[in-house]
């Protein structure tokens, strides 16, 4: 009788003492560490491969892009982002918040990874596949700091998150905005340093970096220099303006084709957020909404932009339906909806005189957005769609781009010019439009050419911008931002503050060091 | 040898008593009263006395000495301070304890209809805060013990029959997501699958000293469960049953259709869009579509309970069936939950007793969107009242076109036709144990408590057409499993010498748990059926990922009490806690305890003096941990993970670096002092019980974030924060219960009783001077609450409204807001004007501040039973004063920024050129600050609640004995009666998104508490 | 209260009406009936020719009912029938509104006997076809709702718009006809009186194949990269100049892409085969272009000058040869 006793009480004991030292170590159950992880190429690019995808960029890319870029600029109309529009912006203004969040993420992402891989060269890893890597980690950090700069003007620098959250010191201040473009242009020159002179197509190369030096340069009117990068990406050979000019935005196929030099990655997936490119939607007419495909046209050409367009420029029916713009190939149906079905039988019609109800287009307008909207789905003829989702990339710097950089950098400043290599950059964009070539080249040419080239692609606030305040203004307030049944609206009250947006208004609260005056950042 | 002997059992009231179990202790002889309450037994000469039970009464043993005739008067088991509390790892007499205990019986929790065991206590316990965050059945519940405790979970740890639930009590419920929109709330209470007619007994530690021996685990409180078991006597069934309809308790006063079109003149013109012409004539306008009525209904609820319990010799038994069915009063939402319980508990020998529990649940549950954009109640508030529910050709209405102006296409009636959200929950839980008495005074205890889970939530869209949208098929299937074990082994050692009383317990404890989870979607359901293998063939359609993770503690604890002569008690514990949440160096947590009381009653003075009070005093203090994670934090958090995705990014095959590591990560550390008093008056005619407390967290663990430019962040796609240890709270409070017997006489009883909850909750020290908890709402830019050290914690932090510019001379003085300038497009006649907190001469960020806490002064509830003869009646009210709530629904509903979106009428009474002293700004689409986060939108959620009141009727015993029952009792009950409040939304009680203690009190599209009528009826044979 | 789906819970009465207003109108025009028992109509129909009105059920109460007229409402006086739920029917007196209306022409230029096909609405009850401002009529060939042929009339007036009368009224077309008889034409069916081609690089050819008036127009190819224009000359006698020519009017069926084709005139201040901004014409890829031009606003024809050449150059093509018909080049007084 005892024994048992004594049993019972040390068996269970014996149990639980034999394994106590293992018994609480429960290491991550996928076992992957910084530690014993990132030790060949593929694994390193497959983190870096991360900073291109649309899961950290699309806060930014989808509305912010567009509110900032585009309707600022005067591009496009919207009733959502009124306040862009009108500039009565406020920190409290989503897109400002969407798109510092999204910017400083991915820099925290490229802080991490720059770190990590230094750590791991440090320790003996391959510095042939570590120092691209890293390189590419610059190209994005410059890439953005140099949005930022342009966006807020003097804006905070972060490299190291881990150190600041660890130290629970989170009063950083404002630096001037040419020590932010000076430490972006850094940052790309790291990257034009060690980036290889090609890789598999979308990946960044040498020219990637040059033609965001080129840009730079540029936006800081150092025309030189923005003229010698510009004609390395020329010279390079590597790229050329592609035919299938709306095809660039509307077909997965066509993805990092011979014309991009830098795009946010997409696939047409549903799992995770961000893969696909959800500006679709937001584009797409109301008439071409189907069951794949989401279409609420929150975003539409503005007047003054349909009327820059000189006539038999082909980049108007590329990257804008209106009234007769056609596509044979989509041919969108809808259930219960007879009448709708029978006018897009044979195809996808943009008519403003037929019925709304019927499949007509009748919108503040009279216009939508042909680029990145893919279509209204699969099953109707069209790229494939699932609900917001596209393949599509989001190309942010394009071969165009460095064409137009170079003659405006080679203009120098000047009234204009007749130079040769100049026209031949500038006339080679034209010649694609179905345009006559010039024969001399203004400012106010390059101007002209750049927003119906990269129209609805959120870049035109910045060639706005950069003219400075007042050239700024004479520009904005000429401009109609209005709608045909809303009448013409002028805007009157356009002031120098409104050339950069506000801090938003949660970050001031979480750090008051930006609502203070900027600081240098170098000495 | 034998001899018979003869009597009559009575009630309180001198009423024979059928049905009570007669057994002679020591022999195995048992017997019943008849029908008039008398009996007879025959019984060995070596018998010594008789056991009388009856259900609901307390036991008796009586003695039998050379009596022949026994006469027994049995009563209610309502002694307080007689009672047995059940403590940690054991049970003691309350009189013994010195630390701070509430325990509430389960004939203080019938007649409540409710589906989950936290929503009983409300009300019930003083220092417990218990708050629904969603009128869902089967809705997520904010439970609080003595205050908020940590940033990252404040749920008490549930123990049932020993079993701890250390996961939460909070279950999710996705995929609202995936069809569009957002989640909402997802949070959903993990007690509703437990089965509240089941439950003996709930007790509320709620001092370290009493939960020290639970150890970190504890850190929130705990509240032990014990459930029905078996007795010795004749066999029992009982059968319970309720039936209740429910409905919407309140509904905003939204414009009807010509309210909505006199709206749509004034405010057309304002953005230059034509005014319809349907709209000239207001004389001609009904009321249009009242979308209010489309989403809310009546719902109703049933509960069946069959029960069987009894004991023979050594053996007793329990098992229980449960049925329970609850439609929702909001379109889309219901929930169903079959349980079963059995136990078995034997006396294997002299010395050993082995009992087995065993408890399995199915629920089924239908989510409505609530508590978010896109979900069934915000469409409902601002659909306009022009769209019909349907077109005259029997099409979904919505989209409609008039006079060149497109609607909403939504059309939640429709909607709710195609869309839904299901989510199956399976449990099994339970513990085997085996107890060895092996000495007269030292025990041993082996349990082993066990529980498995599985999941399945299903969100499911089909094609069809509705309004303007048309939808695409759609099935999202996650699936996951878990499992816990904890096996614990504890001595226990009693001692009474004279009029010393020594008791000590120590013990081990090994606890492990495992999840893993799997959730597939597909698009293009064969004929609408919905499995995955009916989706597409195209593969870029599909989706597909997963996850697992584990966790496993060890423990040590010890506890020693000591008593002398009833006068006074002593108690220390102490428990070592290792954790796999924290590294190598700082894996263990150490945690003490001890408590004092002072019986003062029991003093020579005292009894002589004041013979019919009662008086103890209590001390406590104790400290205890707290090893939760953040959600979404990494696991391990001390080591730099890498996360893979399951689907394509960037070029196909992506990861990223999870997080920041942080190796010096450790326990969270609360400790808690506890000082008391009970006190019983007039022979315990009014019993007390009075805690005042301070419990203070410190190191807690949360993610270092800060201003998203560091690059940071909590959400699951962020570069994750590192986990620290920072910041502390402090909560300080008083808890007070108290008991009254106001008139106790043959016929007529009435008892009150009273609870009484205060804390007040500092967030002292942050990470940081310039950091702060924040939360935010709809999307990332929208900081709604902003905790500075100082102020309680979920504070809310916004501009102060100072009026409305409604002169010239008003805008030439004002400032600057936000940047704008005076002109019609920004800052005008009729905008919210703001206060210059900071006095800089203009309104920016720098002009937020506190406005306002979404913790109550206080809480309370009152309870009134009166029985008179065979009736009983019960009025139950509850409260909460002083908390404030943002109300983000009327955010939207008085936000005048939309000319198409319908409002409260209260927008009618707008600043315009002619009404210049209207109460709320004028109607702009441009002015972005007249909808920015300031008190504007913060409202006064205090509320007084009748939540029961329930009438009953016990059958005669002489029906009783016709129809051979032993019991049968009929009831009618209104649950949420009346709400007396000033708040303007459905319902102030709103509770915590997603159980978030960030956003407490956050209205943004709340599924409010329905009102619910219910009758039912008790029968036992 | 029982639930219900929020629809108003009006239901079917005995319908009676006290008016309807207004009580005449066109389509698209907002009516409101008013009266007893107008409760859960089903369908409104306009008598003449069947025609359903669409209407939202949520403005539709006991006393009143608010619709549209259809957009294709057939004129005239008629009944509108009000059916609800259980069947009652209730007839209100209407008179539609339906005037002609123009939307397009199928050619601006007639000349005696020629036909022009006018698309617009309400064309079906048209009466008459008058030139503006003269008693000369067309002939109507054919008229259907939306559509009407016309055969024209010889008349001396240089060019006028349409009075078109149906039986709701009198419709002015803003469309302006030219009357190619009174025309100076250089090329309609052939070249005018002393024109020929002179064309740069391949010659101007006349095709059967392409044509908008009549069955000939005149062909370019313009060869890629040289800038060529097409040139209807006239040496001998020349065209002496006259003030009484206000505009040049032409037709020009586009090339593959939309370009733009300068007018160019050795009568003009820049002279022969240069580019004038104010002499642009845009032209649409694929399509007839109609031009009618005002001598004024464009360099075309300087005081006292002869003109001996009237041309059409294009800058380009870059890249390919593109082919360009012309039809009707008339100057118009």
């Not at chain 1, 989702?389 to 190309?395: A, E, F, K, T």
């Not at chain 1, 002209?448 to 606030?461: C, K, N, S, T």
């Not at chain 2, 589906?115 to 409300?122: K, P």
């Not at chain 2, 808690?672 to 006190?679: K, Q, R, Y």
Request: net charge neutral; glycine share 10%.
């Amino acid at each position: 009788m005892r024994l048992l006793k004594i049993s019972a009480l040390v068996i269970p004991m014996m149990i639980s003492a034999s394994c106590s030292k293992d018994f609480i170590e429960r290491p991550s159950l996928s076992g992957t560490t910084t530690g014993n992880y990132y030790n060949n190429a593929s694994e390193v690019r497959a983190a870096t491969s991360t900073l291109y995808s649309g899961l950290p960029w699309r806060n930014y890319e989808s509305r912010a892009q567009d509110a900032i870029g585009d309707v600022m600029s005067g591009n496009m109309f919207t009733y959502t982002d009124v306040e862009y529009l009108n500039f009565s912006l406020s920190s409290a203004s989503e897109r400002v918040g969407a798109a510092w969040g999204a910017f400083y993420k991915i820099i925290g992402y490229a802080n991490v990874m720059i770190k990590t891989f230094e750590e791991k060269k440090a320790a003996g890893g391959g510095a042939d596949y570590l120092d691209p890597a890293i390189a590419e980690c610059h190209f994005i950090r410059g890439t953005l700091y140099f949005y930022i700069a342009r966006t807020w003007g003097d804006a905070p620098i972060i490299t190291d998150p881990g150190a600041t959250a660890l130290s629970g010191n989170f009063n950083i201040p404002r630096y001037y905005q040419k020590d932010v473009l000076r430490f972006a242009l850094e940052e790309l020159q790291m990257a034009e340093a060690n980036l290889p002179e090609s890789d598999e197509p979308g990946r960044l190369t040498k020219y990637s970096a040059k033609g965001m030096m080129a840009k730079l340069y540029l936006y800081n009117k150092d025309y030189a220099n923005a003229k010698t990068k510009a004609q390395e990406v020329i010279n390079s050979g590597k790229y050329s303006l592609v035919s299938d000019y709306n095809g660039m935005f509307t077909k997965a196929s066509m993805n990092n084709n011979v014309e991009s030099l830098f795009s946010i990655q997409h696939q047409f997936a549903v799992d995770p957020w961000g893969t696909g490119n959800i500006k679709n939607p937001d584009r797409g007419a109301s008439n071409l909404r189907t069951a794949e495909a989401d279409a609420w046209e929150m975003y539409m050409p503005s007047l003054d932009l349909l009327n820059e367009y000189e006539f038999g420029d082909l980049r108007r029916k590329w990257s804008v339906m209106e009234h007769g713009w056609t596509n044979p190939n989509w041919k969108p149906q809808r259930a219960n909806q007879p009448k709708y079905n029978e006018f897009m039988a044979n195809g996808y019609k943009y008519d403003t005189i037929q019925p709304v109800d019927d499949g007509g287009a009748k919108n503040a307008v009279r216009a939508n957005i042909a680029k990145y909207f893919a279509g209204p789905g699969k099953t109707y003829g069209s790229e494939s769609v699932l609900g917001q989702n596209s393949g599509n990339n989001v190309v942010l710097l394009r071969y165009a781009d460095i064409l137009l950089i170079y003659a405006e950098a080679t203009l120098a400043g000047a009234a204009s010019t007749t130079d040769a290599s100049a026209l031949q950059a500038l006339n080679a964009v034209r010649a694609r439009a179905g345009l006559p070539a010039r024969t001399s080249v203004t400012a106010d040419n390059i101007f002209h050419e750049r927003r119906v080239e990269f129209a609805f692609e959120g870049d035109f606030w910045y060639d706005i911008q950069r003219q400075g305040y007042a050239k700024a203004k004479a520009i904005i307030e000429k401009q109609n931002r209005g709608s045909i049944e809303g009448g013409a609206n002028y805007i009157t009250t356009f002031t120098e503050d409104r050339m950069y947006l506000p801090i938003p208004a949660g970050e001031i609260i979480q750090d008051p060091e930006l609502a203070k005056p900027a600081v240098p950042y170098y000495k | 040898q034998q001899r018979t002997i003869t009597g009559k059992v009575t009630d309180d009231r001198g009423e024979g008593l059928p049905g009570v179990s007669i057994v002679a202790k020591g022999a195995n002889q048992g017997t019943a009263t008849n029908a008039d309450g008398n009996y007879s037994i025959t019984v060995p000469n070596t018998a010594t006395s008789l056991i009388f039970s009856f259900v609901g009464m307390t036991p008796k043993e009586i003695t039998i000495g050379n009596q022949t005739k026994i006469d027994v008067k049995m009563t209610s088991e309502d002694q307080t301070l007689e009672e047995v509390v059940v403590v940690g790892y054991g049970t003691s007499k309350r009189a013994d304890i010195s630390s701070s205990i509430t325990s509430v019986k389960a004939k203080d929790l019938k007649d409540m209809p409710v589906a989950g065991v936290d929503q009983m206590l409300q009300g019930k316990a003083a220092g417990v805060t218990v708050t629904s965050n969603s009128g869902q059945p089967g809705g997520g519940v904010s439970i609080k013990v003595r205050g908020v405790t940590s940033i990252n979970s404040n749920d008490p740890l549930f123990v049932i029959d020993g079993v701890p639930f250390v996961n939460g009590n909070t279950s999710d419920n996705r995929g609202f997501d995936g069809l569009g929109g957002s989640n909402g709330q997802t949070g959903n209470s993990v007690m509703a699958m437990l089965n509240p007619n089941d439950i003996e007994s709930i007790d509320v530690l709620k001092d370290a000293s009493a939960q020290a021996i639970y150890g970190s685990q504890a850190a929130n409180g705990v509240i032990l469960i014990t459930t029905k078991k078996g007795k010795q006597g004749e066999g029992k069934i009982n059968y319970e049953m309720y039936y209740g309809v429910s409905e919407v308790a309140n509904k905003l006063d939204l414009m009807d259709l010509r309210q909505f079109a006199q709206y749509q003149n004034e405010v057309l013109p304002i953005i230059g869009n034509p005014v319809s012409d349907e709209f000239k004539d207001l004389s001609v306008l009904g009321k249009g579509t009242d979308w209010q009525e489309a989403m809310f209904r009546h719902g109703n609820v049933q509960n069946h309970q069959l029960s069987f319990s009894g004991g023979k010799d050594k053996t007793s038994y329990y098992l229980s069936l449960n049925y329970y069915d609850n439609t929702g009063i909001l379109l889309g939402s219901d929930f169903k939950r079959f349980s079963t319980r059995f136990s078995l508990d034997n006396q294997l020998k002299s010395w050993a007793k082995v009992g087995v529990s065993a408890n399995a649940t199915r629920s089924i549950q239908n989510v409505s969107l609530a508590d978010a954009a896109e979900s069934t109640i915000w469409w409902g508030a601002v659909t306009s009242p022009l769209t019909p529910v349907k077109n005259l050709d029997g099409t979904w209405g919505g989209g409609q076109m008039i006079g060149g102006v497109r609607y909403s296409n939504a059309n939640l009636v429709g909607n709710s036709q195609f869309r839904g959200n299901t989510k199956t929950t399976n449990n099994v839980f339970g513990s085997l144990y085996a107890e060895f008495q092996i000495l007269k005074d030292l025990s041993l205890r082996n349990e082993l408590s066990y529980s498995l889970g599985q999941d399945n939530n299903i969100a499911f869209q089909k094609t069809g057409n509705v309004g303007g949208d048309t939808f695409r098929s759609k099935l999202i299937d996650s699936r996951s499993d878990s499992y816990y074990y904890s096996l614990t082994n504890y001595l226990n050692y009693n001692k009474y010498i004279n009029k010393h009383g020594f008791q000590a317990t120590v013990g081990h404890q090994a606890q492990s748990s495992y999840y893993q989870s799997i959730s597939g979607t597909k698009v293009d359901l064969q004929a609408n059926i919905f499995d995955l293998n009916t989706g597409s063939a195209d593969q870029t359609t599909w989706g597909l990922s997963g996850g697992k993770g584990h966790w496993a503690m060890e423990s040590y604890f010890a506890r020693a009490n000591y008593t002398y002569d009833d006068r006074y008690s002593v108690s220390a514990s102490f428990r070592a806690d290792g954790s796999s949440n924290f590294g190598p160096n700082n894996r263990w947590g150490y945690f003490p305890g001890v408590s004092v009381g002072w019986t003062v009653s029991n003093e020579k003075f005292m009894k002589e003096k004041l013979s019919s009070t009662y008086l103890k005093v209590r001390f406590g203090y104790g400290a205890v941990g707290n090893q939760n994670f953040p959600g979404g934090a990494p696991n391990p958090a001390y080591v730099g993970a890498v996360q893979f995705f399951s689907g394509p990014v960037g070029f196909g095959t992506s990861n990223m670096i999870n997080g920041i590591p942080n190796p010096n990560l450790k326990w969270e550390s609360v400790k808690t002092t506890n000082a008391g008093i009970d006190l019983g008056l007039f022979n315990g005619r009014i019993d007390a019980t009075i805690d005042v407390y301070k419990k203070v967290t410190s190191d807690m663990i949360i993610f270092l974030t800060g201003p998203n430019l560091i690059g940071v962040g909590d959400q699951w796609d962020d570069l994750k924060a590192p986990l620290g240890n920072a910041g502390q709270m402090t909560n300080t409070g008083i808890d007070i219960g108290i008991t009254s017997t106001n008139i106790k006489t043959n016929d007529l009883t009435w008892k009150t009783n009273l609870v009484f909850t205060k804390f007040k909750n500092t967030y002292d020290k942050a990470a940081s001077a310039a950091s702060a908890l924040d939360g935010k709402v709809y999307y990332n830019n929208y900081l709604i609450t902003h905790t500075t050290p100082g102020r309680p914690v979920g504070s809310f932090w916004g501009l102060v409204t100072d009026g409305l510019y409604r002169t010239q001379a008003d805008l030439d003085n004002s400032l600057p807001q936000f940047g704008y300038i005076v002109d019609p497009t920004q800052t005008y006649l009729g905008d919210v004007r703001f206060k210059d907190i900071n006095g800089d001469g203009k309104i920016d960020a720098n002009d937020m501040t506190f406005i306002g806490s979404p913790l109550p002064d206080f809480t309370y509830g009152l309870t009134n039973n009166v029985n008179y003869k065979n009736f009983d009646f019960t009025l139950f009210i509850q409260g909460s004063q002083g908390a404030k709530a943002f109300n983000f629904l009327r955010w939207q509903l008085e936000g005048l920024n939309s000319a198409w979106s319908n409002q409260m009428t209260t927008v009618l009474d707008r600043y315009t050129d002619d009404n210049p002293n209207g109460s709320l700004p004028r109607f702009t689409n441009t002015n972005k600050n007249n909808t920015a986060m300031s008190d504007r939108y913060v409202e006064d959620a205090s509320y007084l609640r009748i939540q029961n009141i329930t009438l009953g009727y016990r059958v005669p015993r002489k029906v009783l004995n016709k129809i051979k029952g032993a019991n049968f009792r009929i009831y009618g009950s209104i649950q949420n009666l009346k709400t007396f409040t000033k708040y303007s939304g459905y319902d102030p009680e709103i509770g915590a998104f997603n159980n978030s203690i960030k956003l407490m009190n956050v209205d943004a599209g709340h599924y409010p508490n329905p009102r619910t009528f219910t009758v039912g009826a008790n029968v036992e044979f | 209260t029982e639930d219900t789906d929020g629809r108003p819970q009006i239901g079917p009465g005995n319908p009676k009406s006290s008016g309807i207003k207004p009580d005449s109108a066109a389509g698209g025009t907002v009516l409101t009936l008013k009266g007893t028992g107008l409760g859960d109509m089903r369908s409104i129909v306009f008598e003449k020719n069947n025609v359903p009105a669409g209407f939202q059920p949520t403005l539709n109460t006991d006393e009143a009912i608010i619709f549209r007229v259809p957009e294709d409402a057939s004129g005239g006086d008629q009944n509108i029938i009000f059916t609800n739920s259980a069947g009652a029917k209730l007839s209100v007196p209407f008179k539609v509104l339906a005037f002609p209306s123009v939307a397009s022409v199928s050619n601006y230029n007639f000349t005696k006997d020629s036909e022009i096909t006018i698309d617009g609405n309400n064309l079906d009850d048209v009466i008459s076809v008058t030139l503006t401002g003269t008693t000369e009529q067309a002939t109507i060939v054919s008229k259907t709702k939306k559509q009407l042929v016309v055969k024209m009339p010889a008349s001396a007036v240089n060019s006028a718009t349409l009075d078109i009368v149906n039986s709701t009224g009198l419709f002015k077309t803003t469309q302006e006809f030219v009357n190619l008889d009174k025309a100076l034409k250089i090329f309609t069916e052939g070249y005018g009186e002393g024109f020929a081609d002179g064309s740069w690089g391949d010659a101007g050819a006349i095709s059967s194949a392409q044509f908008k008036s009549g069955t000939k127009s005149v062909g370019k190819n313009y060869q890629k990269g040289n800038w060529h224009l097409i040139n209807f000359t006239n040496w001998y006698p020349s065209v002496p100049y006259s003030a009484d020519y206000k505009y040049l009017s032409v037709w020009i069926k586009g090339a593959s892409e939309d370009y733009s084709l300068y007018i160019t005139t050795d009568a003009s201040k820049a002279g022969f085969g240069n580019y004038v901004d104010s002499n642009k014409l845009n032209v649409k890829a694929g399509v007839w272009n109609y031009f009618k031009v005002r001598l004024a606003d464009i360099d075309f024809w300087s005081a006292g000058k002869t003109l001996a050449q009237v041309g059409f150059r294009i800058q380009g093509p870059d890249k390919q040869d593109e082919v360009f018909y012309f039809d009707d080049v008339i100057l118009v007084k």
